[in-house]
């Protein structure tokens, strides 16, 4: 916002918001795409106050059911308020989509219900029924088709392994402190550690005492440490 960037993309910023700091939000919004040119896309649940935009785009199931200017969406379907008008339309498209699934089992129960003009083939042990160019398979042959998906999900994908290396490789290139902490430093504290204990001691002063009568041994155990110290 400092910027002023062209876009700006708001995943409902008035969520828990009060009424007046949330009038205030949409006046400086406002302000902004006049003074400034600037586009302001906002998702939000509370439709009305959406009003004021430019043009809203009410969604259901992913789907856009409806794109255009706030006043003529109220002219249009003569409604008071925008939820009247997203209400319409939700219960429209539900209604299409129970007619569409509707007309869709009638076409399949008419298409296996008509035999007219099928045959039946067998291929390995199974019998197919080929209707209208549909083909219906016995349950056995589906299970087997589901078992071997299941075994090809099971075992190793190349493809995946690929994927995933080249996924972390432009995150860590994207964020080069993902490159500091993940990589370099585990390198530093290796080293540090092989260089402060995994080393020989060297140059340690040593003092003995040995009583024996014949020191030949000890003074060539002695030899034997004393490049070390």
């Avoid at 106050?49 to 430019?54: C, G």
Wanted: proline share 4%; charged share 20%; aromatic share 10%.
């Amino acid at each position: 916002m400092v910027h002023r960037p062209r876009l700006i993309i708001l995943d409902e910023p008035t969520v828990g918001v009060d009424p007046l700091l949330r009038l205030r939000m949409w006046q400086y919004l406002e302000n902004c795409c006049k003074r400034y040119g600037q586009t302001v896309i906002i998702t939000t649940h509370y439709i009305e106050e959406a009003r004021s935009a430019a043009n809203v785009a009410f969604m259901a199931s992913g789907v856009i059911l409806k794109q255009e200017n706030p006043n003529q969406l109220l002219l249009h379907y003569n409604c008071h308020t925008l939820e009247e008008v997203f209400l319409y339309l939700c219960v429209n498209h539900n209604k299409n989509l129970k007619n569409r699934d509707k007309n869709a089992n009638e076409i399949t129960n008419n298409n296996m219900s008509d035999t007219s003009g099928g045959n039946e083939r067998i291929i390995d042990g199974n019998i197919i029924e080929e209707n209208f160019g549909l083909k219906y398979e016995s349950n056995e042959n589906n299970n087997n088709y589901k078992q071997n998906m299941i075994h090809k999900r099971d075992g190793i994908n190349l493809k995946r392994i690929k994927t995933m290396i080249w996924k972390y490789f432009v995150l860590t290139m994207r964020r080069p402190l993902y490159l500091i902490v993940f990589y370099i430093m585990p390198l530093i504290a290796l080293t540090s550690m092989k260089l402060s204990i995994g080393r020989k001691p060297h140059h340690i002063p040593v003092a003995y005492y040995n009583a024996d009568p014949n020191a030949k041994l000890s003074q060539l155990f002695l030899d034997s440490i004393e490049p070390y110290y």
